[in-house]
């Protein structure tokens, strides 16, 4: 198939955004690598176009969401159709379904087919803002609906996010899943040194690195660590990440004891990645992840994780961890069991897992949800191949 001309749209990036800003790079360079041209168009402070290793990239300037910590978003439709119109795109992906969702019916009118990609169960976000369950169901279903009958494809990256998709009868759903890079995440980053600054040789390391908003739930990761100290476990934790809720989870730290280290975003991506390696098991507590990024890197690493069982990552960590209901008890009973197995075994399972996770299978299942892939789909862990249905 000749090289295409992949718009990517997508909001809520930041300067010290995580897994979304992880994704849309990988899959870039990955789109870019197979003979494609990807363009990228983000929110940022002021306008810039620049050539970058995942493609041309280009910021439009958008002004901050409230209460955020730092998210912009790109308001001007008018100004986006022209950018559109004027790079005459072969396709379209966008991985915001909320403010950007107008860009499906644009992509129609051109007849260009359009990608939407799932990057959080509508549903789950909802709950965590205080939504009643019945509510946030019917209210995700709603807008479900609209975005399958708007857009080409639906991508999922889990079966989990494909579920909310499934209930409502959309049958434009492609299942593909994100990746970890296995080269720069890795066991050999373990570093004794960076392990001795956050925790004594008795002390069990926690770390968790997730944007410090409602819907990751953050504070969970605090009350696990209390629960543990209560019963006598030795433990610390370390906190990569930032966000509108920094300030608060201090306090509640300062005011209970607690020992915390928080170091805001992490842009030194090997610090982090040792921070990850160095940690004896790493806590993912938001409910609404369709996928988890960081908890991935941190088995690459080597690292157990201790995930939500409201999330896909019980999908995603398979043996290589342990899932709980959303309260530090049970997150802490969670981390007690995997510090009853041994060392050696925990790393191993957890490194292995990932494996599964690279992402040339990424590239190629994003790629195929373009129909600019002509070999055979790849395959997706549990089971299941990447496949398209029909247009709901």
Known sequence: MSSLRIVRLANFVAPASGGLRTALRELGKGFKAAGHEPVLIVPGERASDRETEQGRVITLPGPLLPGTGGYRVLTDKQRVARLLEELAPDRLEVSDRTTLRWTGKWARRARVPAVMVSHETADGVLRTWGLPEGAARRTADALNVRTAHTYARVVCTTEFAEREFVRIGARNVVRAPLGVDLVQRHPALRDPGLRARHARGDEVLL???TRLSVEKRPGTALDALEALVRRGRRAVLVVAGDGPL???LEQRARERGLPVTFLGHVSDRGL?????????????????????LAALEAMACGTPVVASASSALSEVIGS????????????ADAVELLLAGSVQ?????????AEC??????VAGFLHAHDAVTSVPPAVPGGSSVAPGGVA
């Open 357 to 362: 996770f690279g992402w040339d299978t990424a």
């Open 320 to 331: 290589a961890g342990a899932v709980a209901a959303d309260h530090g008890g049970a997150f």
């Open 272 to 292: 982090l990645g040792a921070l990850q390696a160095s940690a004896d098991v790493c806590l993912a507590p938001g409910p609404a992840e369709t996928f988890g």
């Open 345 to 353: 075994e925990r790393r191993e399972t957890a490194r292995a897992r």
């Open 246 to 248: 920094r300030s608060r």
């Open 207 to 209: 770390v968790t690195c």
